[in-house]
Each structure stands twice: as C-alpha cells, then as structure tokens.
C-alpha cells in the first residue's frame, strides 16, 4: 500500500511538470535566454556601476514555441563576496517566434564590496512559476561610486575625466563610458553630482 501511495505522487509530479505546449523547439527550450550584459538605460553596454547607484542588464529573450507566451524575466544580483544585492523583474508577452531585448535596473547598495559581481537571469510563467529556461550568469564591476579610473579613490583624476568626457554620449569621440556614473547614457551634471557626493 505505502508503495503505490508514493508511486501515485511521483506520477502528479511528473504530470504536474511537463510543459502546457506539445511543440517542439531545435534546443529544445520553449523560452531561451540569449546574451546577457550589463549596460545604461539605453541599452549601450558598460563594464559596471558604483556602489549606491543603479545598475541596468539587457536580456535577450527569444520565443521558439508556435503560440504566444506569457514570461516573467527574474533577475538576481551578487557582488564580489556572493553576498545577494537585490531582485528585479519583469513580466512579458512574446509573440510566436519572435525575440526581444528586456532591460531591468537594481540599485546596487553602498555596503556591496567592491569587485566583480554577478547577474544571474532567469524566465518563468508568471502564474505557475514553471521553469522556462535554466539560469544564465553574466558577470559586471562594482566601483567605487564616482571612481571613474577605478583606482579606489574618487580624487580631481576623476574630475579631470569627466570633464574631459563632458556633454558626450555613446559614438562621440570624447565618450567615456567610465564617467557616465549614473548609467543615463551621456556625461553630465547628474555624473558630476555622483561624483561630489562621492569626495
């Protein structure tokens, strides 16, 4: 009897697990994650954040399955001690075979270490939290805020950077991703003002 009683809960589980679509995808995955970096807000891509200012990922999200699809994208973030920073996520409605770029944004805390951090990203059905696709892990810098040199010390280098780098957005010949301290996708009063904060 105890036999048959266990049988019947792995045969649910199992039940309970299998996909809501019968069709059949090349990797086998009706949702696949693509690239994953870090980046502004516009989407530019850039190397990290200082700590207390936002950080934003793009994700690449493609649908292989014949019918739309409703997915929640979940992003989780750690610094360089694996301590967790914060959650973000988003929900999306993916045509048919179609792909898309989502960018989430998280705030990266003061007290994070300074170092190498890492996103991990995954996709889910909102209403039952089944599993679309295995995590994806891209790594990004956590700097000192207002650090544009990354040498550990906000100092008139940093100044002379920003200056330097003033008025600029990505594709213009003084562009320096490293001064664009608030991730806004151009060098300006707000980066100075991180910059100050930051002395």
């Not at 299998?18 to 690239?35: C, D, M, N, V």
């Not at 892990?137 to 200056?163: E, M």
């Amino acid at each position: 009897m105890f036999r048959v009683c266990v049988f019947f809960v792995l045969f649910t589980i199992v039940v309970a697990a299998l996909p809501a679509s019968t069709s059949s995808t090349s990797s086998g995955y009706l949702i696949e994650i693509g690239e994953v970096y870090s980046c502004d807000i516009h989407g530019n891509p850039k190397d990290g954040f200082g700590k207390g200012t936002p950080a934003y990922f793009r994700i690449n999200v493609k649908n292989n399955d014949v019918s739309p699809r409703e997915v929640e994208i979940v992003i989780t973030a750690y610094d360089d001690g694996n301590v967790p920073l914060g959650v973000a996520s988003s929900e999306i409605t993916m045509a048919p075979s179609t792909s898309t770029g989502v960018i989430l944004s998280l705030q990266i805390p003061k007290w994070a270490y300074v170092g190498t951090g890492r996103v991990r990203v995954g996709a889910h059905a909102p209403d039952d939290m089944y599993p679309y696709y295995p995590g994806v892990s891209a790594f990004f810098k956590i700097k000192i805020a207002g650090d544009c040199n990354g040498d550990r010390h906000v100092d008139l280098i940093d100044l002379g950077l920003i200056i330097y780098a003033w008025g600029s957005q990505p594709g213009d010949v003084n562009w320096d991703d490293r001064c664009d301290l608030n991730s806004d996708g151009g060098v300006n009063i707000w980066d100075v003002a991180v910059l100050v904060m930051n002395w």
